[in-house]
């Protein structure tokens, strides 16, 4: 089977997250699948979108003509059908989230013209889904393809980098953030009051991802911006605590690449969270689940005391974080590089059946 395999998130910024590291493991992995010739189809992407023209050109030079295209995104499918579509959906925000409507038009018209698709890959059960509801497409038709977590993450090293020395020997709880563009559903605004909280119990707060620059400092408040995956690991790994406060994600893997490193999870039963999570004692109740699309609430005061007495248990009971590190570990280890091949194997083969 010949496959033309959509790698056009490569060329844009941000490549090494989000939908350029989705690309990128797709396609090691379909590289390996023996049987299978993959073309890579690379180019330009344009703000998540792309030159449907420079991708139908493309499709139309492969000769032999592929007998599948698989689109990493529905931003990247061509005009024309000249050979069976495999579509990969991250999420449905677009058509889940009101506050997400300026890009509904367009998303929608997308999302539309992605049900032209013989099948769709989702990346979990959730967003499998929400395909299925928000698209009508059945389900028998959606195969489940999960991300799994870079090796780097299993193997944390205990050492911290020279770039986070400063956080050596301290208790301290870490959260993500990507202050670059404003995205609601992940709720940043509930990380600095929670921060303030564990400030009292002398427990530090460290902030990590891109834009960490414009999150307010505080004395117990560090940021480190453009780690590197062992460097976070490291960070990680020597944490009490990884806190995720994101409404709503197709999957989530900043908790899953936390908890492969060892770190405690405290997030909120919501999305694919709960799925990928899965360690009941790890997820709190949304106090504003994302179907009641207000995603600029505040954290009620009684949700952020039950997150601090979590936190003040694993860093005050050595016995209770070691379990805590356990259950992290064993929840990540279901979604790892064989089983995400597996899956991906499984898909494709379903287009090489008559």
């Not at 205990?158 to 404003?182: C, F, K, S, W």
């Not at 009490?240 to 908890?259: D, H």
Request: proline share 7%; aromatic share 8%; charged share 20%.
């Amino acid at each position: 089977m010949r496959i033309a395999l959509d790698q056009l998130s490569l060329s844009g910024p941000g490549a090494d997250r989000g939908l350029g590291r989705y690309a990128a493991t797709i396609a090691a992995a379909a590289h390996s699948i023996s049987g299978v010739s993959v073309v890579d189809l690379l180019g330009s992407a344009r703000d998540n979108g792309a030159d449907f023209l420079a991708i139908q050109r493309q499709l139309n030079g492969m000769l032999p003509t592929p007998d599948l295209y698989h689109a990493t995104s529905v931003h990247h499918l061509p005009l024309i059908k000249t050979s069976k579509w495999l579509c990969s959906i991250q999420d449905t925000i677009p058509l889940d989230l009101k506050q997400y409507s300026k890009l509904g038009l367009k998303s929608r018209a997308l999302f539309l013209h992605a049900r032209r698709s013989d099948r769709i890959l989702a990346n979990s059960e959730f967003t499998a889904g929400r395909v299925h509801d928000k698209l009508a497409m059945p389900r028998e038709r959606i195969d489940i393809c999960s991300l799994p977590v870079s090796e780097a993450f299993y193997h944390a090293p205990v050492e911290l980098p020279d770039t986070t020395r400063e956080i050596d020997g301290l208790n301290y709880v870490v959260a993500m953030v990507d202050l670059r563009t404003p995205d609601p559903r992940k709720r940043f605004h509930w990380i600095p009051d929670v921060a303030s909280s564990l400030a009292k119990e002398d427990i530090y707060t460290v902030i990590v991802g891109r834009g960490t620059s414009a999150f307010p400092h505080t004395d117990h408040v560090l940021t480190f911006e453009n780690l590197t995956d062992p460097e976070l690991a490291s960070v990680y790994k020597n944490a009490v605590a990884f806190y995720y406060p994101s409404a709503y994600e197709g999957q989530g893997m900043p908790p899953l690449e936390a908890m492969a490193a060892g770190a405690p999870i405290i997030a909120f039963r919501n999305s694919a969270i709960t799925e990928m999570v899965s360690e009941p004692t790890f997820l709190l109740e949304d106090p504003s689940p994302w179907t009641e699309d207000n995603l600029h609430s505040a954290l009620p005061p009684a949700v952020r005391e039950r997150i601090v007495a979590q936190v003040r248990l694993w860093a005050t009971n050595d016995d209770e974080l070691r379990d805590a590190r356990g259950k992290a570990a064993a929840a990540s280890h279901r979604f790892d590089g064989s089983e995400f091949r597996q899956q991906l194997v499984s898909a494709y083969m379903k287009f090489d059946s008559p």
